[in-house]
């Protein structure tokens, strides 16, 4: 659970073979009920890739991410929000 306006944060297992600073892309559209918020993931070393999230308002959010690494493709992700 994450607390309204804080910080939500998925880790995912990606490659990091190349540059995949510049050579993969990875966002998620975050969804809870008719809203919805796209945020883009970033590399941080290692073959580790984090999405954060901030909910807006309580709530279910499920996302599934888009790349172009089969490995964080079409993961699925949860946050409940309280307020």
Known sequence: MTEQYKIFESVLSGTAK??????IWLKAVFV??????????FYCGGGTYKIRFMPERP??????TESNDP?????TLACESYP
């Open 18 to 23: 190349g540059n995949p600073y510049t050579d």
């Open 32 to 41: 809870n009920g008719s809203e919805m918020i796209q945020v883009n993931g």
């Open 71 to 75: 490995n964080l493709n079409r993961v």
């Open 59 to 64: 709530g279910v959010w499920t996302a599934v």
